[in-house]
């Protein structure tokens, strides 16, 4: 049906459609790897396993934070390791800032770390790495929620996901290939922000 004078002159008048708030406008995040609303969940950084997560920048920014969230603290670890890497792909993401020392992990709550001046171009990998060395209790930092049973996915198609390497020691690689096939992917992703 095509549309009229008088339909376009009552289209005018409809209220407009406000947009949703986003983690940009409430907490100033420019590059993160999912909403905050979607990190509801507490995964474990589990000893010798090199965790990472990645995403890629929508926006060029000059970033000066990057933060990252302990849901449940450790205890009984030996080390903590936490980087932050950008690069053209994920064939090859360079360690741009590192982090160490179990008092990142001792308390739960966000964390900032001071970046100093990290150029971020729009399309670069952003990725995040975590590794905890000793026996203990990991930490758990935000993440999905995971999906129950076996291998279940959280979200059709665009599933958000983590890779893991186990046997894996201080300190954190210089550069990273996630897609080696030595990496497993995990079902579920931890968050991470630039800003």
Same mark, same amino acid.
């Given at each position: ?48 396993? %090199? $965790?990472?997560?990645?995403?890629? !920048? *929508? =926006? ?5 934070? &990057? ?5 449940? #603290? ?56 975590? %590794? $905890?060395?000793?026996?203990?209790? !990991? *930490? =758990? ?5 995971? &999906? ?5 996915? #959280? ?41």
């Amino acid at each position: 049906m095509p549309v009229d004078g008088v339909d376009l002159a009552t289209m005018g008048q409809l209220p407009t459609v406000e947009a949703q708030a986003t983690d940009t406008t409430l907490y100033g995040d420019q590059v993160s790897t999912l909403r905050r609303a979607d990190a509801i969940w507490g995964e474990t950084l589990s000893p010798g396993y %090199l $965790t990472v997560w990645a995403t890629i !920048a *929508p =926006r060029s920014l000059i970033a000066s934070v &990057a933060k990252f969230c302990v849901y449940a #603290a450790h205890t009984g670890l030996a080390g903590f390791d936490f980087g932050v890497y950008v690069g053209p792909n994920l064939s090859s993401v360079d360690r741009k800032a590192t982090v160490s020392g179990l008092a990142w992990i001792a308390t739960v709550g966000m964390k900032s770390i001071n970046l100093g001046t990290l150029t971020v171009n729009r399309g670069d990998v952003v990725a995040f790495a975590g %590794l $905890t060395t000793g026996s203990g209790t !990991a *930490p =758990r930092l935000a993440s999905t929620t995971p &999906a129950t049973g076996a291998g279940a996915s #959280a979200l059709l198609n665009e599933t958000p996901y983590s890779v893991y390497r186990s046997g894996q020691a201080a300190p954190l690689p210089t550069t990273l290939n996630l897609n080696d096939a030595a990496w497993t992917r995990a079902n579920q992703k931890f968050w991470g922000s630039l800003r």
